[in-house]
């Protein structure tokens, strides 16, 4: 078996411990096999989680018979002498264990914040859903020009733009955008200081319009 199940907390708290439950099911680890949830059997869920010695990280190791599954674990730490329902949860992590190693998942990541910013968040997403994805189609395909999948209605309207290839033989070539044709998604495109693409793109090239 390949990996612990680490959970971090104030120090000193000897007697923390873990309850593995099922995010697919909702069941819970009761020390020999998955359950559903049971109040009156909160001590049969206890999977010891002993600190590594002042350091604040308990660590449990997945039980030798748990099935793989996606799981969640929550470190507890108990009012009393021992776990007992109302113990506080101080630490949860999610994972998958596929019967022989634990594989983490993105459990505690806030997607929602970028450094700490909602605001830079909010601002990435908005700039992401400026951008244009298109492919190079087949009819026209020139070092400096290219019909398209592109289906944009209004004349030159990417005109201004940088279009960066991601796929093809130009993958990370960037260029300005002169011209957009309607008809065919026809793009005209200029490099800097006036420079064209080595090779023509062909049918099926991945571009973006930023």
């Known amino acids: 078996m390949s990996g612990i199940l680490p959970a971090f907390a104030a120090t000193g708290n000897t007697g923390n411990y873990d309850h593995i439950r099922s995010l697919t099911s909702g069941q819970v680890w009761n020390g020999s096999a998955m359950e559903s949830w049971n109040i009156a059997h909160w001590s049969n869920y206890v999977v010891a989680a002993p600190e590594q010695p002042g350091s604040g990280c308990y660590v449990a190791n997945p039980p030798v018979a748990l099935p793989a599954d996606y799981y969640q674990y929550v470190l507890y730490t108990p009012l009393g002498g021992s776990p007992a329902s109302g113990d506080t949860p101080v630490f949860d992590r999610d994972f998958q264990f596929d019967g022989t190693n634990v594989i983490w998942l993105g459990s505690g990541l806030n997607i929602a914040k970028i450094n700490g910013s909602a605001q830079a968040a909010s601002d990435l997403a908005l700039s992401a859903s400026a951008m244009v994805p298109g492919q190079a189609a087949a009819g026209t395909l020139t070092t400096n020009q290219m019909t398209t999948n592109l289906t944009n209605t209004l004349a030159n309207a990417y005109a201004g733009r940088i279009l960066v290839f991601t796929a093809g033989g130009n993958a990370g070539k960037a260029l300005l955008i002169t011209a957009y ?22 049918p099926g090239d991945a571009f973006i319009i930023v």
């Open 181 to 202: 044709v309607v008809t065919g998604g026809m793009l005209t495109m200029i490099g800097y200081n006036n420079q064209v693409l080595a090779t023509p793109p062909l």
